[in-house]
């Protein structure tokens, strides 16, 4: 029996897409993306300790409705768990508390984010040492969006999303994140595009983004904002006609860029400044919105914040 350790937490960042290009399903059902991935200041926290069997519970920090969050193996942290564990070939359990800051649901890789700090949670609670390389193995057999949760920053995605490159950011974005109350399911997001799309080029023929990487590399905030862009807007729009009235509302609130987050349903609007962003959350909370985030990025991935004991 190995000894029981002090319980670790680990916080890892929402995600947003800079740019989201779509291809055509791949022959595993699977759609290629062309992505720029950045990791925002919205954050679940992970505390886990060693446990006769695998539990976990969820916490709201702030505004956020948990109510849809999986409590049993379904969940996406108790599945990085068994997955690391098995790896391993350990006989092992862990209670996982979950603080959830990123809206559920969202288009923002909430559970993504429990999965890679789980990974990274786990690999510290058992002494573990596994490879960075392994580590982005297991997240990617969790989901495509897992392994830039661990990875955090910006980053290049290709594949089904999950290769992921870091990419060189050297400005400071300013993100007003608008949740839905009623959250937007991926795979019929993805199914819309199909649907809206069925000439689509394959995911090769979807050229990489020159002109918003360069911008990036330069810390050209207002041209990285002037080539945000989300092949997913157009399908989540259509599967939820009403978040296009949502989204003008944004637009008369906000002076910059607004879109998607991912698949949606969350609203992002993009500024360069802290009180650019503050003017746009205020103006809209007076114009009825209930809730609105202002977050900042990029920041780091999934990483170590407390070892009690
Ligand atoms: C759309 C994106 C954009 O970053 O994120 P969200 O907005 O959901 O957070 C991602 O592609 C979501 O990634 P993730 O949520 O990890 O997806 P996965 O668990 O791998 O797959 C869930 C389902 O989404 C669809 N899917 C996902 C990724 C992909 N490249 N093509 C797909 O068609 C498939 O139907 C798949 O069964
Ligand atoms: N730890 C988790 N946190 C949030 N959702 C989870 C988790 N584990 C499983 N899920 C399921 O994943 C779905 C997608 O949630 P989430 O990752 O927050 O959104 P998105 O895929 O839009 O970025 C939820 O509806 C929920 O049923």
Redo the contacts with the bound molecule.
């Keep these: 029996m190995a000894p029981t350790a002090a319980p670790v937490t680990v916080r890892a960042p929402a995600k947003v897409n800079l740019v989201l290009r779509v291809g055509r399903p791949r022959h595993d059902g699977f759609h290629p993306l062309n992505t720029v991935y950045q990791a925002i200041s919205l954050y679940d926290d992970v505390r886990v300790e060693d446990a006769g069997r695998w539990q976990v519970s969820v916490t709201p920090l702030g505004d956020v409705d948990c109510s849809?969050?999986?409590l049993d193996q379904?969940?996406?942290?108790v599945r990085a768990g068994q997955a690391l564990a098995a790896h391993h070939g350990l006989r092992r359990a862990a209670s996982i508390e979950?603080g959830k800051g990123?809206p559920?649901?969202?288009?923002?890789?909430?559970?993504?984010a429990?999965a890679a700090a789980t990974l990274v949670a786990l690999d510290r609670l058992w002494d573990l040492h596994t490879p960075d390389d392994e580590l982005l193995a297991l997240a990617a057999e969790l989901g495509s969006d897992v392994p830039f949760s661990l990875l955090g920053g910006t980053a290049h995605g290709t594949g089904r999303g999950e290769q992921v490159v870091p990419v060189p950011d050297a400005g400071s974005h300013w993100w007003v994140v608008v949740p839905d109350a009623t959250?937007l399911s991926?795979p019929a997001v993805y199914r819309e595009f199909d649907r809206l799309h069925p000439d689509v080029p394959l995911g090769s023929h979807v050229a990489d983004p020159v002109g918003l990487l360069a911008a990036l590399r330069v810390g050209d905030v207002p041209r990285v904002g002037a080539a945000l862009t989300n092949d997913l807007e157009e399908p989540a729009l259509s599967l939820r006609p009403e978040l296009a009235e949502r989204c003008a509302l944004v637009r008369s609130h906000h002076d910059g860029p607004v879109l998607l987050s991912?698949?949606g349903p969350t609203l992002l609007a993009h500024a360069c400044s802290h009180e650019a962003a503050t003017a746009t959350r205020l103006a809209l909370l007076e114009a009825g919105v209930p809730v609105v985030h202002v977050a900042t990025g990029p920041v780091a991935g999934a990483h170590v914040v407390e070892l009690a004991g």
């Design positions: 849809t969050v999986p379904r969940n996406l942290a979950i990123i559920v649901a969202g288009g923002l890789a909430g559970g993504s429990d959250g991926t991912g698949s």
